[in-house]
């Protein structure tokens, strides 16, 4: 899901930039994508960098047991992808300068990153004998959201204006990071009634990993 609010971004970028007061041709729109190209950028490495010893710190803590759910730490980051979307939708509705929207743009994709690392790391620590599903599910629902935020965005933004609508996202991405302790807390007990309530064996589905 928070991978989508990039999308949807994307979209709308020539709407806000290429009309008054900007008036940005095509390849100026184009080049304020170098704000989330610097975010994405470093968000990659600081998730390379941080990923591996906050791990080890919390399995230290734990008296050196590793869980799966520590893979959600790297989530904390993921406040400035709520952060940066309310700041770049205060940002378009007043029509600040595009260099200060770019920065913006690149904070709330640094959060996504970590987002997107954190909750993809975890799916594959968690549930490794279904971690092909797992991932093509995953796969599947981000597009359809990309799909959906075509149809209707662009409109919703003309109508409410872009503040509206990044207060909106942000909102969002702020209730999906600040969900993430429960998983954190309650994760293992959820691995363990799924791993005594298989739905799938009991649907006799088998998995890539039994195939």
């Not at 729109?29 to 600081?46: E, I, M, N, R, T």
Request: aromatic share 16%.
């Amino acid at each position: 899901m928070a991978v989508a609010f990039v999308v949807a971004q994307s979209y709308i970028m020539a709407q806000l930039f290429s009309a008054p007061p900007y008036l940005l041709s095509a390849s100026g729109v184009g080049y304020l994508s170098l704000g989330p190209f610097a975010g994405g950028l470093l968000g990659a490495l600081f998730a390379g960098a941080a990923g591996d010893p906050l791990i080890a710190w919390a399995a230290a803590r734990n008296g050196g047991v590793y869980e799966p759910e520590y893979r959600l730490l790297l989530a904390a980051p993921g406040l400035l992808m709520g952060a940066g979307l309310v700041l770049f939708g205060h940002l378009a509705q007043v029509r600040a300068s595009y260099y200060a929207t770019a920065a913006a743009h690149g904070v709330d994709v640094f959060g996504i990153l970590c987002v997107a690392v954190a909750a993809g790391a975890y799916g594959i620590d968690a549930y490794r004998d279904m971690s092909s599903e797992v991932f093509i599910v995953g796969m599947v629902f981000k597009n359809f959201v990309f799909y959906g935020f075509s149809y209707f965005v662009n409109g919703w933004t003309a109508r409410a204006g872009p503040a509206r609508v990044f207060y909106v996202m942000g909102g969002v991405g702020f209730a999906l990071v600040l969900s993430t302790p429960l998983l954190f807390f309650y994760g293992k007990r959820y691995r363990s009634w799924w791993h005594r309530r298989n739905l799938l064996e009991k649907l006799r589905v088998k998995t890539h990993a039994e195939l």
